[in-house]
C-alpha cells in the first residue's frame, strides 16, 4: 500500500474521495446547467462568466480536498470524463424512455416565442430570464439590422435563437411544441 501511495502520490482511501467527491459535484453542476443552461448560454454576461469561474474553482477545490496532489487532480479528471461518457450515453435512452411513459410531455426547456412580428413577448422574456436588451444583441448576432424584420423569434432549448424573417410564410410543423407558438397570426403560416 506505500509503494502505491509513494508512486502515485495518493492513497487509495483519498483516490476515492476524490472519485465520490468528482461524482457528487458533477451530477450537483449537471443539474445547476440543465435549469440555468440556456439562460446562461443565450446572455453570458460577466457576472455569469464569474458564476462558472467560482463553481468551477470551489468545484475543483471540493473535489481534490485538503491536499490537491497531481494524481489526485488526474483521478478527478478521469472521473469526469467517464460520467460524461456514461450520462452522455445513457441520457438520450433515458429520454427517450421518458417519452415512452409520459406521450406528449418532453422532458427538459421548450423552445420559446420570444418575439413576433417585430414585438417582443414580455412575458416569455421575463419566463425565460432573457432581457430585452439580450433579446436585441442576439437579434443582432442573427443579422437583424431592423425589427421590422422579425417574424418570429424562437429561443431553442439549447440557448440559440431563429428567426424567421417578416414577410416570409413558412410551414407550421415548424413550430409544433413551441411555447407561445399559438400566438402568432394565421397570416405567418404558408397553408393558411
Excluded at 492513497?11 to 459535484?25: E, F, I, M, P
Excluded at 478521469?78 to 438520450?92: A, H, I, S, Y
Excluded at 411513459?101 to 422574456?125: K, T
Excluded at 409544433?176 to 400566438?183: F, I, K, N, P, Q
Aim: hydrophobic content about 45%; charged content about 20%; overall charge positive.
Amino acid at each position: 500500500m506505500d509503494s502505491i501511495t509513494s508512486h502515485l502520490g495518493i492513497s487509495l482511501t483519498n483516490a476515492l474521495g476524490v472519485v465520490v467527491s468528482a461524482t457528487v459535484l458533477y451530477v450537483a453542476v449537471a443539474a445547476v446547467l440543465r435549469h440555468w443552461g440556456r439562460r446562461m448560454a443565450t446572455t453570458a454576461s460577466t457576472g455569469t462568466i464569474a458564476l462558472v469561474t467560482l463553481v468551477g474553482a470551489i468545484a475543483a477545490r471540493a473535489t481534490l480536498g485538503n491536499a490537491p496532489t497531481l494524481a489526485g487532480g488526474l483521478v478527478a479528471i478521469g472521473t469526469l470524463v467517464v460520467l460524461e461518457r456514461v450520462f452522455g450515453r445513457w441520457m438520450p435512452a433515458v429520454r427517450q424512455f421518458g417519452r415512452r411513459r409520459r406521450p406528449g410531455r418532453r422532458p427538459g426547456p421548450a423552445a420559446v416565442v420570444l418575439m413576433v412580428g417585430g414585438e417582443p413577448c414580455e412575458d416569455e422574456l421575463r419566463r425565460a430570464g432573457i432581457t430585452e436588451h439580450a433579446l436585441w444583441g442576439l437579434l443582432r448576432q442573427s443579422g437583424v439590422v431592423h425589427r421590422d424584420e422579425v417574424g418570429v423569434a424562437v429561443l431553442e432549448p439549447r440557448g440559440g435563437l431563429s428567426v424567421m424573417r417578416a414577410g416570409q410564410r413558412f410551414d407550421r410543423q415548424l413550430l409544433v411544441g413551441v411555447r407561445g407558438a399559438d400566438e402568432i397570426p394565421e397570416s405567418f403560416f404558408a397553408d393558411s
